[in-house]
């Protein structure tokens, strides 16, 4: 039996796209958001934000507090991609970045960034004291660890938290914990969160101040003064924010060449000896760690394995390695899995701001390099001021046009051209000729009568054919074992087992 994405899929499981994901996140099955309808006719409004997980939602609110008339549309639900798959750690300590930073932004830009994370930490506690919203929000140290093999690194980095004037913590014997530990550097006063408990009350104070909210509504273009839906429904706007974690606007600026787009996998258990507090070791393999509210008391959530979104063959090892670790170290038992995907840029910050001088009134926010919790709450605040006209300390420093690009459309699309010429290279020389070889629960690249078919096997032994030529720009896609997904390894796009949309910045369905 052979299905497509749009015969073979029932309406309301169509229209619930995300729930086709085989490893949902312990966020989104323990707490709900409000649904909303499609738009269904062409609307005008004074600003729209395209994206709905926590910075097109924090900034919504802002926007709508200042008084402004706010539409949001999201393309699938509400808070089910990123923001739903991260870890939710809201902090300042993003692995061992300030000892980099000082070398090649300087001490004012450093110290400049570190206080950004610091007031978006603070915007998020005052929004949950605010509306009193029941998130399981903790102030909590944020530690790096070391079982001896990189103790220098981690002193490195005390020396620019003491030069920078963070306020820290050295511990010379480690910490009593569970996980091997010499060496541990812990930045106090940071927090952690339940994040769709969060915006399930942020979306709720945005409905009351006014904020339309458009569910299942996948912008497919934007221009100047209007966004088109992939139903061909237009919404005219004054200004607009693009919050989509990949703009999916004209690549005339080439930021797309400037994300490095990377897949991270975290498992959730419930166990005996789990501390409490945020995590992370800093030996290879690195492991992110915290604890979690669960029924029965507290949980802790394991991730790691990081890789370049399809570039790692089997990677369902992921989760089991992530699975044996949570046993040895914390005696737990694996309650779910999943996985998230993250925007790298090259200088570790975030781009927030003005997509270019010819586009004044159209603005991006991407780029928060897997800590996106308390640079989503400081991009509202800044994306706010712009619009407002009001000055923002931190405008500079994640001014997108600081990203060297190519400058030269020419070479931009040139750069794409060869990555889809390499990915289909790829696929021909490694493509298989007999779809009978495919193995239960498998998918592969094959070539039917001189045809490029991308086939996965499904555990009833049907098989789904699919293009596998990624409707972005024509890259080949990559099954991805763990999440039975098709993942395009030169810009990140994530289509389901039909060949369905999952993640951009692809807007079209596999054919």
């Not at 308390?374 to 500079?396: F, G, H, M, Q």
């Amino acid at each position: 039996m052979v299905f497509s994405c749009k015969k073979g899929i029932a309406k309301k499981e169509r229209e619930g796209l995300f729930m086709k994901k085989e490893n949902i996140s312990y966020w989104t099955k323990s707490a709900a958001i409000t649904d909303f309808t499609k738009l269904d006719q062409n609307i005008r409004t004074e600003i729209l934000v395209v994206g709905g997980g926590i910075a097109g939602i924090l900034a919504a609110y802002r926007l709508a507090e200042a008084g402004h008339k706010v539409v949001l549309a999201e393309g699938r639900k509400l808070v089910q991609e990123t923001t739903a798959n991260t870890t939710a750690k809201i902090t300042a300590q993003h692995h061992l970045m300030y000892q980099e930073m000082l070398e090649n932004q300087g001490e004012d830009k450093t110290r400049l960034f570190y206080q950004s994370q610091m007031d978006g930490i603070q915007a998020i506690e005052t929004l949950v004291k605010q509306y009193q919203i029941d998130c399981d929000f903790e102030k909590i140290s944020s530690t790096q660890l070391t079982d001896g093999r990189n103790e220098e690194a981690i002193r490195k980095e005390y020396e620019a938290y003491e030069k920078l004037g963070i306020k820290s913590e050295l511990h010379e014997q480690g910490l009593k914990l569970p996980v091997k530990n010499t060496l541990a550097l812990e930045m106090p006063n940071q927090a952690q969160f339940h994040p769709v408990k969060f915006l399930s009350g942020m979306v709720e104070a945005c409905v009351n101040l006014g904020v339309k909210f458009y569910e299942e509504t996948l912008i497919t273009d934007i221009n100047k003064v209007q966004a088109v839906t992939d139903q061909e429904k237009t919404i005219d706007f004054q200004k607009v924010i693009v919050a989509t974690h990949f703009p999916l606007i004209n690549i005339k600026n080439n930021y797309i060449s400037e994300l490095q787009i990377e897949r991270s996998y975290i498992v959730a258990a419930e166990g005996m000896n789990i501390p409490v507090g945020m995590f992370q070791t800093v030996d290879e393999p690195k492991r992110s760690l915290r604890h979690y509210h669960t029924n029965n008391g507290i949980g802790v959530l394991v991730g790691g394995e990081n890789h370049i979104t399809a570039t790692v063959s089997h990677m369902d090892d992921a989760y089991d390695k992530l699975s044996e670790f949570a046993f040895e170290v914390f005696k737990g038992n694996v309650t779910d899995n999943w996985s998230a995907q993250d925007m790298m840029t090259v200088d570790r910050m975030p781009l927030i701001g003005a997509y270019d001088a010819q586009n004044p009134n159209l603005f991006i926010v991407t780029g928060f390099n897997k800590f996106g919790m308390a640079s989503a709450a400081v991009a509202a605040e800044l994306l706010t001021d712009l619009i407002n006209r009001r000055e923002n300390n931190y405008a500079s420093l994640f001014e997108p046009s600081r990203i060297k690009t190519l400058g030269n459309q020419a070479k931009a699309i040139g750069k794409q051209i060869k990555d889809a010429i390499v990915g289909e290279a790829a696929a021909l020389k490694d493509h298989r000729t007999d779809p009978s070889e495919l193995k239960v629960d498998e998918g592969g690249i094959f070539n039917i009568e001189g045809k490029l078919t991308a086939i996965y096997k499904d555990k009833q032994g049907n098989e789904h054919h699919v293009s596998p030529f990624c409707t972005h720009l024509g890259c080949v896609v990559k099954f991805n074992d763990a999440e039975r997904t098709w993942d395009c390894p030169c810009h990140g796009s994530r289509f389901d087992q039909d060949g369905c949309v999952l993640e951009g910045p692809a807007t079209k369905d596999l054919n």
